[in-house]
């Protein structure tokens, strides 16, 4: 079974750093594409970056030049460092998985997620 | 503003039917099949009901359905049920290796 579990959310300063774990079993994170995906408190899903399985990265343009996704593959596990962190980016912050079926995988269709992680931006 | 519009709050009774819509503002989205719809429980993460504008993943209930005309993309659910009160997001690859989240809208099943 496929699991994705996010931790390395916090309190963080304005202007400060963090950065989240993704860690995958079940799936091999470097034959996958896997998202960052966040929701700011009573907010909708927003999403925010994307390792394909061939190593491209991708970010959403609010945290374009802050944010860098990357990931370890000896521990099958993807990360998305965060700096110059601001208050609009408190939310919990998801992983997910781009969906995989007999046809192929589809990078923008996630059919697996974690349970989520709370960054909190405040002084 | 988000690429995608959706009504904000839909309601329906049980066992009737409701759409949400999805409507995208950029026009180029017309042109693509990459629309996909999600059910979020208060709490709980997001799961995948619709991925390319039609299609179910397995274990999903032949009650919800995709459909698409022009640049609007819309989500049925049939035969309402109590479980199926929570909030729907649609989503769409919008090109230069980039996605995007509908507003959400909250249904009601009353």
């Known amino acids: 079974e496929v699991h994705l579990v996010e931790s390395g959310g916090g309190l963080v300063q304005p202007g400060g750093s963090l950065r989240l774990s993704c860690a995958a079993s079940?799936?091999?994170?470097?034959?996958?594409?896997i998202s960052w995906v966040r929701q700011a408190p009573g907010k909708g899903l927003e999403w925010v970056s994307i390792?394909?399985?061939?190593?491209?990265?991708f970010y959403a343009d609010s945290v374009q030049g802050r944010f860098t996704i990357s990931r370890d593959n000896s521990k099958n596990t993807l990360y998305l460092q965060m700096d110059s962190l601001k208050p609009d980016d408190t939310a919990v912050y998801y992983c997910?998985?781009?969906?995989?079926?007999?046809?192929?995988?589809?990078?923008?269709?996630?059919?697996?997620w974690g349970q989520g992680t709370l960054v909190t931006v405040s002084s | 503003q988000s690429a995608l519009t959706q009504p904000p709050s839909a309601s329906g009774s049980l066992g009737q039917s409701v759409t949400i819509s999805c409507t995208a503002t950029?026009?180029?989205?017309?042109?693509?099949?990459?629309f996909s719809w999600y059910q979020q429980h208060p709490g709980k993460a997001p799961k995948l009901l619709i991925y390319?504008?039609?299609k179910r993943p397995s274990g999903v209930p032949d009650r919800f359905s995709g459909s698409k005309s022009g640049t609007t993309a819309s989500l049925t659910v049939s035969g309402l049920q109590a479980e199926d009160e929570g909030d729907y997001y649609c989503?769409?690859?919008?090109?230069?290796?980039?996605?995007?989240f509908g507003g959400g809208t909250k249904l009601t099943v009353l």
């Open positions: 989503s769409s690859y919008i090109g230069n290796n980039k996605g995007v």
């Open positions: 950029i026009s180029d989205l017309g042109d693509y099949n990459f």
């Open positions: 079940g799936l091999t994170i470097n034959t996958n594409y």
């Open positions: 390792m394909y399985s061939g190593g491209g990265t």
């Open positions: 390319e504008v039609t």
């Open positions: 997910a998985r781009g969906h995989c079926s007999d046809k192929g995988c589809y990078p923008w269709y996630f059919d697996t």
